[in-house]
């Protein structure tokens, strides 16, 4: 599968008082340049001068330009975008007044990004698992695919995992988790959870096996049916069962620790 994707855009976050690029977002952007690099798609470093109440002010207080960044705050982003080119990407830098996740998000909806890519602010957390609020609210209102980075993480994608409920939007979390593990040759892992129906509670033991055998059949045929056309360097690994599909996304996860996980 060739990934069609004519642009990625990722979140650029400067600390205030230093005007450099926080670490979240470092890491955020050399991996939007990798995907961008393998999908032949632009680059767009997006950088929002929203400041809410809390926001650690530079020393002597606000910019005249409110939010703009200073001196620095442009020779940083100017530095990531110089790094970007130089790899053979087409890379700009963007500015907005609305809050990040907001500004992101109306982008692709306005069709300006086949891809979001945003970075946790920093690994301070004493949950490492903990999302940060941008990236909640990207994962739950962003119209598109978003891609979500810790700031600790090396890129290094060993194992990717997937989860698919069979839907249409899953066949395209296989194509995207796919793609990914053959670009980094990477293992992949399938994760489906399917449960028994509630009418055929009532049903006998006997029937209810027969039952759970062709859930399991027809998403095992599914998967495969969906993979036979992607480029793997290997077979991928289906992890089947029946189970909620919280509990079985959660248990691969802490099982298999994935250093990509692909869901919808």
């Not at 490492?128 to 609020?133: A, E, V």
């Not at 793997?232 to 996860?253: D, K, Q």
């Amino acid at each position: 599968m060739v990934l069609a994707l004519a642009r990625v855009l990722v979140g650029v976050d400067l600390n205030p008082r230093e005007q450099s690029v926080r670490p979240g977002s470092a890491n955020a952007v050399e991996q939007s340049a990798w995907i961008a690099r393998r999908a032949g798609a632009e680059l767009v470093l997006l950088h929002s001068t929203f400041l809410d109440d809390t926001a650690e002010l530079p020393p002597g207080g606000l910019p005249a330009t409110e939010g703009q960044p200073t001196a620095e705050g442009w020779i940083a982003l100017e530095t990531l975008r110089q790094q970007c080119e130089s790899e053979g990407l087409t890379t700009t830098i963007q500015l907005s007044s609305e809050r990040p996740w907001l500004a992101l998000a109306r982008m692709a909806l306005r069709g300006e990004a086949g891809l979001v890519v945003a970075g946790k602010r920093d690994a301070s957390d004493a949950d490492p698992r903990k999302l940060g609020s941008v990236a909640t609210k990207l994962m739950r209102k962003c119209p598109g695919p978003v891609w979500l980075v810790k700031p600790g993480h090396d890129l290094s994608h060993k194992l990717v995992l997937s989860a698919t409920d069979l839907s249409p939007l899953g066949d395209e979390v296989l194509d995207w988790a796919s793609w990914i593990a053959g670009q980094g040759e990477a293992a992949l892992h399938v994760v489906h959870a399917y449960q028994l129906p509630r009418e055929s509670l009532a049903s006998s033991p006997r029937e209810q096996a027969d039952r759970l055998d062709a859930l399991r059949g027809r998403a095992q045929y599914s998967i495969l049916a969906r993979l036979r056309h992607q480029s793997l360097e290997r077979e991928a690994v289906l992890h089947i069962g029946r189970n909620t599909p919280y509990h079985a996304i959660l248990e691969a996860v802490e099982h298999l620790h994935p250093d990509l996980l692909v869901m919808g």
